[in-house]
């Protein structure tokens, strides 16, 4: 690639475009990974229902929060799982098998690990537009403006890291990092391009899912355990697709910068 072009529609379609090239497979791994999130849902009672208010607090949904804890960890377990089963098939072309899955179970771990610490960064916006909202103004000006400067990095960390998203490719593929001036100097005066063409792979995808959500809750069914189910396994496949798509815009910008 050029050093002062940035291939837009590439890294804007591609994340979406490689799940219909392997469709086969993805439609295979994701039915397989929703239907371990759905009993997994009802093990812990905290199916979509759940998340309805006028079911909340009926008995089919758990008010445990130990319960819930260990329900989020195996849920980030089986989309850590998924998401590294299809990065490796797909991208590093390994064989999906019985001697696969023993071999890779810390690989999974590891790969959890990145995915959570992935969440956690890019959740930083919301936490510091609530610290601004919530906060008690302090009466000196110094302290506000340390407090806001502060703060508003929130805002900041995850559109500057994802100029690195080549990095942690090579983490989850286990192989050596590009050098941080490398890829400074590739990416630079492309921040925005790269910005806008993530967020546009991400309005595509949100708009799907949020779609889906708004027409399984303004359309409940009887009977209630069957509609329960319908709608926590498209949940759970609409939140595969999504995870998914953003694990192929990582590794599309490897593709493009390393």
């Known amino acids: 690639m050029s050093d002062n072009k940035y291939p837009f529609f590439k890294a ?8 219909f090239d392997h469709f086969k497979f993805f439609i295979s791994a994701t039915v397989t990974t929703a239907l371990f999130l759905l009993v997994l849902s009802f093990l812990f009672s905290q199916t979509f229902l ?30 850590s799982v998924f998401l590294k089963v299809w990065y490796d098939h797909i991208y590093s072309q390994k064989a999906v098998n019985t001697a696969y899955f023993k071999n890779n179970f810390l690989s999974f771990l590891k790969f959890m690990c990145f995915f959570v610490l992935y969440l956690l960064i ?5 936490l510091s537009l609530y610290l601004l909202i919530a906060r008690v ?20 960390v995850p559109f ?6 080549t990095d942690l490719a090579c983490l989850i593929e286990g192989q050596p990092l590009v050098s941080f001036k490398e890829l400074f100097l590739k ?7 790269i910005i806008l063409s993530f967020l546009m792979t991400l309005v595509f995808c949100f ?14 069914f009887e009977p209630i355990f069957l509609y329960n189910v319908f709608a926590e396994f498209l949940f759970e496949f609409s939140l595969l697709f999504v995870s998914c798509a953003i694990l192929n815009f990582i590794r599309v910008q490897k593709e493009i910068f390393q």
């Open 12 to 19: 804007a379609s591609k994340p979406i475009t490689d799940i």
């Open 50 to 79: 759940c998340m309805l208010p006028q079911y909340t607090q009926q008995q089919m949904c758990s008010q445990s929060i130990v319960s819930y804890l260990f329900y989020i960890v195996l849920k980030f377990f089986f989309l």
């Open 122 to 126: 890019n959740c930083l916006p919301a």
């Open 137 to 156: 103004p302090n009466p000196s000006f110094v302290v506000e403006l340390c407090y806001f400067t502060f703060v508003s990095l929130g805002f900041i």
């Open 160 to 165: 500057v890291l994802i100029r690195f998203y």
């Open 187 to 193: 990416t630079s005066y492309k921040t925005s391009k």
């Open 207 to 220: 708009v799907l899912f949020l779609t889906l959500n708004g027409a399984l809750r303004s359309n409940i």
